[in-house]
């Protein structure tokens, strides 16, 4: 995991989740990330504006975010992906070895409601990416996809060859994004690689999947929900994981031109995650809601590609993500107890 040193990766959309756990590691591997971000998509500006959820929390996960950032002394340059001038300006300014796109409406329930600006988010930030990388043949574009590509998996599992059908306005952007940087290379000769993740859980996120619901309503006293029976299966994958996936992706050639399932590469059913996190939380009661139609019934993604070509190797079971994350939570709400009351 070391060839990164002296690397510069921008990362659009790097004030995320996924961007700012991801700019961390770089730095301490010796790599040199930049971050470029409006913080106004499930951001700052977006819980600061409204009040469902656990609106206050969030916006305390996301100014931990930016404070370790700062103490990092990593770059975080504010400005909206959607204007082509201010993206070409950024890339020609700081003329990466690698950009990662992860700027979109990363939600699949957003995107059906608000169709209109997930396009614009998702996939007019990448076609700003796109046009100013044409200039630049040598700089890798790493584009995150998502598993929601495939739709319903076949008996469970899904391959990076296995033809997609995606359901839903999510899924078919991210399709068609994956179309458009692949059209991009034929046409101006530039490298890319794909990446489709599932089901992710770690620190600070906000995006209010499975695993984080059940943590947080565990830990404010509120009911445990799940949609469906909960012998549904997902892929579940622990932050860390991802990580060493995408520098497994910056570093071999053998990621150029491919498209990669990086998960922990094993379905779980929801039951389990819950009975982990019931046992972390005994006085905690489950329920069971009719589950989204609009939700394909996924499983596990098969990694034996990106296990031979690039290396990858899983290390964090739901056992052992879980338990880093669940630790994670309560430590933090140790220290922020208002922010944990049952509201
Ligand atoms: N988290 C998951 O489980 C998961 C799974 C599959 C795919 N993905 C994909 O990975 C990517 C990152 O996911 P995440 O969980 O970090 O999401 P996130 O919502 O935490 O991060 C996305 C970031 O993009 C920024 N952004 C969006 N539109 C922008 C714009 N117009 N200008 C500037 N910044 C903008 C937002 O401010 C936000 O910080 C997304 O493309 C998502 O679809 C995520």
């Known amino acids: 995991m070391v060839d990164i040193l002296g690397k510069k990766i921008l990362i659009m959309g790097g004030a995320g989740f996924i961007g700012h756990n991801l700019a961390l590691k770089i730095k301490e591997l010796g790599g040199l990330p930049f971050i470029s971000d409006g913080l106004q998509v499930n951001n700052l500006g977006y819980y600061t504006s409204q009040t469902e959820f656990n609106s206050e929390l969030y916006i305390s996960f996301i100014n931990e975010r930016l404070k370790v950032l700062r103490a990092n002394k990593i770059p975080i340059n504010v400005f909206d992906i959607r204007d082509y001038n201010l993206v070409s300006q950024n890339i020609s300014t700081i003329n990466p070895d690698v950009v990662i796109h992860l700027a979109a409406v990363a939600h699949a329930n957003r995107s059906n409601k608000d169709p209109f600006s997930t396009f614009d988010h998702s996939l007019r930030t990448l076609e700003n990416v796109l046009d100013t990388l044409k200039n630049f043949k040598n700089i890798h574009l790493i584009y995150f996809s998502s598993s929601m590509v495939y739709g319903n998996f076949k008996n469970g599992v899904a391959s ?38 599932s089901a992710l859980y770690g620190e600070r996120c906000v995006s209010r999947r499975v695993s984080q619901a059940l943590i947080e309503n565990a830990l404010m006293g509120k009911e445990l929900t799940i949609n469906g029976d909960g012998e549904e299966e997902l892929d579940f994958t622990y932050i860390q994981d991802l990580i060493q996936g995408i520098i497994k992706c910056i570093n071999a050639k053998e990621a150029k031109n491919e498209i990669f399932n990086i998960t922990y590469g094993k379905g779980r059913k929801l039951n389990e995650l819950a009975d982990i996190i019931k046992n ?17 019934m996924r499983g596990t993604l098969n990694i034996d ?13 739901i056992e052992r993500g879980l338990e880093q994350y669940i630790n994670w939570y309560k430590d933090f709400a140790n220290k922020n107890v208002d922010l944990f009351k049952n509201k």
């Open 160 to 197: 990076e060859d296995d033809n997609c059908s995606p359901l839903g306005i999510y899924g078919a952007l991210k399709y068609g994004a994956e179309k458009l940087v692949i059209s991009y290379s034929q046409v101006f000769d530039t490298i890319y690689s794909i990446i489709r993740p």
């Open 280 to 296: 972390s939380f005994p006085n905690s009661k489950l329920v069971y809601k009719k589950r989204d139609n609009l939700m394909p």
């Open 305 to 317: 590609k990106a296990k031979t070509k690039i290396g990858f190797e899983p290390d964090f079971p």
